[in-house]
């Protein structure tokens, strides 16, 4: 049976703290059960969130992250357990990162918007990344608080400086060279990117990855257990999911 393509629904939709991502990390690395895992963060964001209703959407984007796999391959989950076993500081936030672009396509469309506003200039005003947010999901209410807080939460995660609270500045990139996370993280895009096949070109230029220094060498497609190579030309190769188990 295929991967099915989601939907761009907002999900990702509250601050995270990247503290919050590694206990939840922990907690499912040790084996801890969904059940348990809900208790403890409801238990542990107690002291920074005020309010059930809150408390609850912050809980289910670690737990969307962490826990859940719907609408990606299973397996591709238990690898990055794997790799955060062994991964250090910065291979730990290239490994929830990667885990939001995959869970929630509001976060890799925002990523990738980004991206291509980083392209054009250096800084980017709130307002022009609002616009072209809205432009993509609509005008509502919703849409620009959720584009608020991702703001936030990349710049708590130290791929953002936004201490002008007009606009955001890119900070220095991730380098990654590690070949078997830099492949585990272009097949992130792959689970929420709206084509089902795509062209490494392509996937090697997704501008949702504006904030890592990849080594494109690194990549190796033919090396993955989860992408399908469809096509292989002189200059070109196309790429897809393969059907989940």
Same mark, same amino acid.
């Given at each position: 049976?295929?991967?099915?393509?989601?939907?761009?629904?907002?999900?990702?939709?509250?601050?995270? %703290?990247?503290?919050?991502?590694?206990? #939840? +990390?922990?907690?499912?690395?040790? $084996?801890?059960? %969904?059940? *348990?895992?809900?208790?403890?963060?409801?238990?542990?964001?107690?002291?920074?969130?005020?309010?059930?209703?809150?408390?609850?959407? #912050?809980? !289910?984007? =670690?737990?969307?992250?962490? @826990?859940?796999? *719907?609408?990606? &391959?299973?397996?591709?989950?238990?690898?990055?357990?794997?790799?955060?076993?062994?991964?250090?500081? &910065?291979?730990? =936030?290239?490994?929830?990162? $990667?885990?939001?672009?995959?869970?929630?396509? /509001?976060?890799?469309?925002?990523?990738?918007?980004? $991206?291509?506003?980083?392209?054009?200039?250096?800084? @980017?005003? !709130?307002?022009?990344?609002?616009?072209?947010?809205?432009? =993509?999901?609509?005008?509502?209410?919703?849409?620009?608080?959720?584009? +608020?807080?991702?703001?936030?939460?990349?710049?708590?995660?130290?791929?953002? *400086?936004?201490?002008?609270? +007009?606009?955001?500045?890119?900070?220095?990139?991730?380098?990654?060279?590690?070949?078997?996370?830099?492949?585990?993280? /272009?097949?992130?895009?792959?689970?929420? !990117?709206?084509?089902?096949?795509?062209?490494? &070109?392509?996937?090697?230029?997704?501008?949702?990855?504006?904030?890592?220094?990849?080594?494109?060498?690194?990549?190796?497609? &033919?090396?993955?257990?989860?992408?399908?190579?469809?096509?292989?030309?002189? !200059?070109?190769?196309?790429?897809?999911?393969?059907?989940?188990?």
């Amino acid at each position: 049976m295929s991967v099915e393509k989601k939907q761009p629904l907002v999900g990702f939709e509250r601050y995270v %703290s990247l503290d919050w991502l590694d206990q #939840t +990390a922990k907690w499912v690395i040790e $084996g801890k059960t %969904s059940k *348990d895992i809900h208790m403890l963060i409801d238990d542990y964001l107690a002291p920074y969130i005020q309010g059930d209703t809150s408390k609850r959407k #912050t809980k !289910n984007v =670690l737990s969307g992250a962490w @826990i859940k796999s *719907d609408g990606v &391959n299973p397996k591709f989950k238990a690898d990055a357990k794997q790799l955060y076993i062994q991964a250090n500081y &910065n291979e730990k =936030l290239v490994i929830h990162y $990667g885990l939001m672009v995959s869970t929630y396509p /509001f976060f890799y469309s925002l990523c990738r918007t980004l $991206g291509r506003l980083f392209k054009l200039q250096d800084e @980017i005003s !709130n307002d022009e990344f609002y616009r072209r947010v809205i432009e =993509l999901h609509g005008d509502r209410d919703s849409i620009k608080r959720a584009a +608020a807080r991702f703001l936030q939460s990349l710049s708590q995660w130290n791929i953002l *400086d936004c201490s002008d609270k +007009a606009k955001v500045k890119s900070l220095e990139k991730i380098k990654l060279n590690n070949p078997v996370l830099t492949t585990w993280l /272009f097949e992130a895009a792959m689970y929420s !990117n709206k084509r089902e096949t795509i062209s490494q &070109n392509e996937l090697l230029a997704d501008p949702a990855f504006f904030c890592f220094e990849l080594s494109h060498s690194a990549f190796q497609a &033919n090396q993955s257990k989860r992408l399908e190579i469809v096509h292989q030309g002189v !200059n070109e190769t196309i790429l897809k999911l393969r059907s989940a188990p």
